[in-house]
């Protein structure tokens, strides 16, 4: 990172739109001069980019302007503000996002016309001492976890935070922070339904370097009654970079879902395929090397978004693997998973997975938490199975039948007790995939463990699972669980069956944008890759909307990159 301030300015200015600038701008101190009409439309002459804010010269040859204002947005993120001279200042922006921003003057008469939109990206001097990112985590009412990562550099480190922005009244002790290793804090005792601005304080270890990241902010566990958005990514397969994987796309959906300012971005697992190693030579540090890779794009939105990872066919965290030693597939996974992605352990606020892995400890695979008026519940399919879910890892002749993987007793049970203990108004389910293989949504969830069929439509789900009472299908209809969430076909699906809505999620970076799995999907409303989901939950309601993502070679009529491509609202 370059040791001085980028600006990402592009302008797209009107045709000299406006007329002439015959008066004069910027004298805000006349008094208002009476006029008969309102101004006609201003224009932006310049705008000048920088760290989470930009500032536009707003020019108009009307007379009397007592009001110069210039509105921002992206996605549903609306940044305004006003001045009375052509110079305004918009703050607030995120880092690395675009914004469209466009001005009006007003005068005694009224307000113009807006102005023709720029585009604004504005990119901040992050980390012009500290190469590398801060990842949070396991967010709740009273703490959070903050990992701090670098690849190349050692030093000291501390967070400065509080509740106003560019005032932190409080610190951690410093820490060491060696290159190649993630470090965690844990900030404690902190307000709930807040706010918090932070920075990280770095000095390098050969005092090469030394200074503070841009200033960040994360919210705290809402309270029931509350208005909040989160964001989800399908199946991003970084490691497929030559085919169904662009990074500068990848970078663009990270950022626009950055920018809906969400209290927490969920992926929906195969981010940290393993599957392309050769189980003859692989390590520990060709699994981590698969977790470093994701640090520098999920950075973009983890340093204000706590992520959620759902573990997925392609990560090859799965008991399978297990063989009573540290050294094996699914032991380098988890611990990598655990080590630079700060999940939640059983807690006062999550509740999860309280049995321990040997070689790992706690697994953090499953987990639930509740958030305004919303239960969150993440499931693992693969890791409690004693057979290969999905593909084996080296290849091989896939199980049998799917009733001999499970979910495991330990985990359905501690799903129904989360799902009928909590009084949450909206109850949301996630897992990779319908018992976390096949294609499809609704056309699955009829059977084996998740609806208690055989594929013939014969029923012995009593003798299979004689403990269950229901399967897992049932037990959300019985559950009022209102949207489960899918990755793994890579499409965008949507779909109900007995009052739960299955939505299957996009890949957020295919420059081919493919339409993958299609044809699995015999109804629903279906949309091909790439983009993210976002999701406003309110007291009103739960809103539910695709938006679309493109190269900017790719955009055109249609293909506007922060367009929704499909919403919906459920009560
Ligand atoms: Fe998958
Ligand atoms: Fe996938």
């Known amino acids: 990172m370059k040791n001085f301030i980028l600006l990402a300015v592009f302008l797209m200015l009107a045709s000299c739109g406006g007329g002439g600038n015959d008066s004069a701008t910027g004298s805000g101190t006349a008094p208002p001069i009476a006029v008969s009409t309102p101004p006609g439309a201003p224009t932006i002459s310049a705008v000048q980019a920088s760290d989470g804010a930009a500032t536009f010269t707003v020019t108009s040859s009307a007379s009397g302007v007592t009001t110069y204002a210039v509105n921002c947005t992206a996605g549903n ?38 102005s023709t939109a720029v585009n604004v990206t504005p990119v901040g001097a992050t980390t012009a001492a500290f190469r590398g990112d801060v990842i949070l985590g396991s967010p709740s009412n009273d703490s959070i976890k903050v990992n701090v990562f670098s690849s190349t550099q050692s030093g000291s480190i501390t967070i400065a935070y509080g509740t106003i922005s560019g005032q932190p009244d409080r610190q951690t002790a410093s820490a060491t922070l060696q290159a190649g290793k993630p470090y965690e804090f844990t900030l404690t005792n902190l ?34 009654g509350s208005t909040f958005v989160f964001a989800i990514q399908g199946d991003s397969h970084p490691e497929r970079e030559r085919t169904t994987f662009n990074p500068e796309l990848y970078r663009r959906t990270i950022a626009a879902a950055a920018a809906d300012q969400p ?48 573990n997925g066919n392609h990560e090859q965290a799965a008991r399978y693997l297990l063989d009573g030693t540290p050294n094996n597939p699914a032991v380098w996974a988890q611990n990598s998973r655990n080590s630079l992605y700060s999940q939640p352990a059983p807690d006062d606020f999550y509740s999860g997975n309280t049995e321990p892995v040997t070689h790992v400890g706690l697994l953090r695979n499953y987990f639930a938490w509740t958030w305004g008026d919303a239960l969150f519940v993440v499931i693992d399919p693969y890791w409690a199975s004693p057979v290969a879910v999905d593909n084996i890892f080296g290849g091989g002749a896939r199980r049998g039948s ?41 056309e699955l969830a009829g059977l084996y463990e998740w609806g208690g069929k055989n594929p013939n439509g014969t ?70 890759n790439s983009g993210y989901t976002r999701v406003t939950v309110s007291p009103g309601g739960v809103k539910v909307e695709y938006v679309r993502m493109y190269l900017p070679a790719d955009e055109g009529p249609g293909k506007a990159s922060g367009s929704v491509a499909f919403a919906y609202t459920l009560p």
């Open 77 to 114: 993120v609306n940044r305004s503000a006003s001045a009375g001279t052509s110079s305004v200042r918009v703050t607030g922006l995120t880092n690395g996002a675009t914004y469209s921003c466009s001005a009006t003057v007003t005068n005694s008469a009224g307000s113009s016309n807006p």
């Open 191 to 224: 307000a709930a339904n807040s706010r918090y601005f932070y920075r990280l304080q770095f000095t390098a270890a050969d005092g090469s370097s030394s200074g503070s990241t841009d200033e960040t902010s994360f919210q705290t566990a809402r309270p029931a």
């Open 263 to 310: 209290d927490f971005y969920i992926l929906m697992g195969d981010d940290f395929s393993i599957d392309q190693f050769d189980p003859a030579s692989i390590t520990q540090p060709l699994v981590e090397s698969r977790y470093t890779l994701q640090r520098p794009y999920l950075g973009i939105i983890g340093k204000q978004a706590p992520l959620f990872l759902l």
């Open 402 to 442: 799917l009733w001999d993987v499970t979910h495991g007793n330990t985990q359905y049970l501690w799903l129904k007790n989360t799902l009928e203990k909590s009084t949450a108004k909206y109850k949301f389910v996630f897992a990779h995939h319908v018992m976390g293989t096949g294609r499809g949504g609704i």
């Open 459 to 528: 029923t012995d789900f009593s003798t299979r699972r004689p403990t269950w009472g229901n399967p897992i299908h049932q037990l959300m209809v019985a559950n009022k669980v209102k949207i489960f969430f899918q990755g793994h076909d890579h499409i965008w699906v949507r779909q109900q069956l007995d009052g739960v809505t299955y939505q299957t999620l996009p890949q957020p970076a295919d420059p081919n944008y493919a339409f993958d799995n299609e044809a699995a999907y015999l109804s629903g409303d279906k949309f091909p």
